[in-house]
């Protein structure tokens, strides 16, 4: 079977597209070599893909006749990919927790359409009629002649 139809078919790609596209710019390779999306995978092979900026290493056990369903992935392959990758990934997702809690920092769109709500978008009751102040007028001075 080809690598992106293998990848596509345990899941690990959304589709066949995106996993030759991933493919293409050099994220995926069987041992220590790069491939090209035309590769055969054969059963006892190693693969390598960058995703996530995560090393993920998969041991191909069985070759699937087509897409299989997730809970059926186990029995095609073997995940070896480090700890130490989602321990890396654990980290990550934490700084971006510590980074901006909810609630604090600058506004998203959402919070601003909903001050905006409550606050109120009548442009009119923000500028103030300055001939009450002035009188009619509007502020000039009157010639003296």
């Known amino acids: 079977m080809r690598i992106d139809k293998f990848l596509w078919s345990i899941r690990f790609y959304k589709t066949r597209?995106?996993?030759?596209?991933?493919?293409?710019?050099?994220?995926?390779?069987?041992?220590?070599?790069?491939?090209?999306?035309?590769?055969?995978?054969k059963e006892g092979d190693t693969i390598k893909i960058r995703k996530n900026q995560i090393d993920y290493k998969?041991?191909?056990?069985?070759?699937?006749?087509?897409?299989?369903?997730?809970k059926l992935v186990p029995l095609y392959i073997q995940d070896v990919t480090d700890k130490e990758q989602y321990e890396l990934l654990k980290l990550r997702k934490m700084s971006q927790d510590y980074y901006r809690n909810k609630g604090e920092g600058r506004p998203?769109?959402?919070?601003?359409?909903?001050?905006d709500g409550y606050v109120g978008n009548d442009i009119d009751s923000d500028f103030t009629d300055w001939d009450d102040f002035f009188g009619e007028t509007g502020g000039e001075d009157e010639d003296e002649d």
């Open 17 to 41: 597209s995106i996993a030759a596209e991933e493919i293409k710019k050099n994220r995926v390779s069987i041992g220590t070599s790069a491939v090209k999306s035309s590769k055969e995978v």
């Open 58 to 70: 998969i041991k191909v056990i069985q070759i699937p006749k087509s897409r299989i369903g997730a």
């Open 108 to 115: 998203t769109k959402k919070d601003r359409r909903d001050m």
